[in-house]
């Protein structure tokens, strides 16, 4: 299978603290996506690292990138409680003319 | 203004049954999906077109079939509905590049019965 996969599938952390998810993914790529998607909607691009890229700052979100291991970090610091959502990575495998989503962590933030 | 709309945003159905799902996109955007999350939220791509065309078009039952009639509009006939078809359909679009960031709509919820 092309799908990536996230670590840990699910994180509950207090308010506050910091969270960390990773994705490996398996192929060469242009470029690695994070997305967003709360319970019961659509799923909402937050960050896009292009493969020559090693780190990408937006807001309280970290994302890292690093080709060699075919892995890719999101750190978003300060966790409020409406960052509980699930959270995705995406590739865009050179091989094919598409995005590969990952399994997906979920993240639960408590107040 | 929604960017990716997608109706009706609940479907129950029986086995058998044909319904369809509509998305309109208001980003001027070319390139339009479809994906399916199935219950242990795996998303996979369906289908994608780009300006009316089809590019892709994944190892999905002929029993589903998008049509373009434009290039804001991207909708899913699925015939013969069947239990395993239950998921959650996101239609998405995209401003040209294939690979690029995405844009979802709020999904279809179908159950099938």
């Known amino acids: 299978s092309q799908q990536g996969e996230e670590d840990p599938q699910a994180l509950s952390i207090q308010e506050g603290e910091n969270a960390t998810m990773n994705c490996s993914y398996k192929?060469?790529?242009?470029?690695l996506q994070w997305y967003r998607q709360n319970s019961g909607r659509g799923l909402v691009h937050l960050i896009l690292i292009r493969s020559n890229e090693r780190e990408k700052h937006s807001g309280r979100l970290r994302v890292t990138l690093d080709t060699s291991k075919k892995s890719s970090s999101l750190l978003i610091t300060a966790s409020r409680a409406a960052d509980t959502a699930s959270y995705f990575c995406?590739?865009?495998?050179?091989?094919?003319?598409?995005?590969?989503f990952g399994t997906g962590t979920r993240l639960l933030v408590s107040p | 203004d929604t960017a990716v709309s997608q109706t009706p945003k609940y479907l129950v159905t029986q086995m058998g049954n044909d319904k369809s799902i509509k998305c309109e996109q208001n980003l001027g955007h070319d390139t339009m999906y479809w994906y399916k999350q199935d219950s242990k939220k795996f998303l996979k791509i369906m289908f994608s077109y780009n300006n009316k065309e089809l590019i892709i078009n994944e190892t999905v039952p002929n029993r589903f079939s998008p049509k373009s009639p434009d290039k804001a509009h991207l909708n899913l006939h699925i015939n013969s509905l069947e239990l395993g078809d239950s998921a959650v359909y996101f239609c998405?679009?995209?401003?040209?590049?294939?690979?690029?960031?995405?844009?979802f709509g709020p999904g279809t919820r179908l159950l099938v019965l």
């Open positions: 998405a679009s995209s401003p040209g590049q294939v690979k690029g960031t995405q844009y």
């Open positions: 995406a590739t865009d495998d050179t091989g094919f003319q598409k995005l590969v």
């Open positions: 192929t060469s790529i242009n470029n």
